[in-house]
């Protein structure tokens, strides 16, 4: 049996959250148990174990022949996932780190990013990599959100489908809970991708980043190291730190060659750079 959940053949599983589940008696597939074309989206399995299968047991790589409202979906069985360890077959899946946050510079790590796991929080932080990566959002009570079972509703009451300015959210997120925090690279306010544990402000860049372009994992990487120069040049950025004037700033770069349009200022030639 699998400790987190067993999922067979018309089995959905939409927006959860499976974290830190053990099987036991000899137990299959610590996160999860595939039988027969389950359907699993925007699901995160994480920090699981078992002998057999530690965060997924089963065949993977299965393909759904199916009818929702109206219109075939022939698809794999896991679409927007991300799995601890391993990039599952299918759209949208990610593999994740098995740290909660990205210390590496490697690119292509994504970490879950959430609040406070030792503790159960697993609600998302901003730095986490679920944040906008599940399936793309429709009107609630459309055939396909209905089809598909999404929500209304995260686990506290957060509006899955609407920011906060009543505006439709162009992706949900993994996991059982939706973010509404602050979504844009702006270091005001108590968030914790501020500043991280070491004090030091970081933003990623790559090349071949392919997600938000918001520079706040390698997933989300910006593309420009020019925006990130702009981003740490200007103070108005950092008001309410009230360590600016000797704050720390770290651009963490992936391999390649970059080309800044403008020079740095000579007061911030302080700026590290990782690569």
């Known amino acids: ?83 601890e360890g391993i990039k599952v077959v299918g759209f949208g899946n990610m593999a994740l780190t ?21 503790n159960l929080d697993f609600t998302l932080k901003r730095v986490s990599a679920l944040i906008r990566a599940g399936i793309g959002a429709e009107q609630p009570g459309s055939p396909l959100m ?20 009543s505006s439709l959210r162009d992706y949900f997120e993994i996991g059982a809970f939706a973010y509404d925090g ?11 991708a501020e500043k991280g544990a070491d004090g030091i402000y970081r933003l990623y860049v790559s090349q071949t980043a392919q997600g938000l372009a918001n520079g706040r994992s ?13 981003y740490f040049g200007n103070d108005a950025n950092f008001e309410h730190d009230p360590n600016k004037d000797t704050r720390r700033c770290e651009i963490w ?9 403008t020079s740095v200022k000579e007061d911030n030639w302080g700026t590290s750079f990782y690569s």
């Open 253 to 261: 770069v992936s391999k390649g060659t970059y080309n800044p349009k």
């Open 98 to 118: 098995s740290t909660n946050e990205n210390t590496s510079t490697i690119v292509g790590l994504n970490a879950p990013g959430f609040t406070d796991p030792d």
């Open 1 to 83: 049996m699998a400790e987190g959940i067993y999922a067979d053949d018309s089995s959905m599983v939409v927006n959860c959250t499976v974290v830190d589940n053990t099987t036991v008696n000899n137990g299959s597939g610590g996160g999860i148990s595939i039988g027969v074309k389950p359907i699993i989206i925007n699901s995160v399995f994480w920090m699981n174990d078992s002998g057999n299968g530690k965060n997924i047991y089963g065949n993977m790589s299965q393909q759904v022949d199916t009818t929702f409202t109206g219109v075939r979906y022939q698809n794999y069985i896991f679409n927007h996932c991300a799995v």
């Open 146 to 165: 209905e089809a598909l079972h999404v929500s209304r509703l995260d686990l506290l009451g957060t509006n899955r489908f609407y920011k906060e300015d």
């Open 182 to 192: 602050i979504f844009v690279i702006d270091p005001a306010g108590d968030t914790e």
């Open 218 to 230: 390698w997933r989300n990487a910006l593309g420009d190291i020019q925006q990130a120069l702009d």
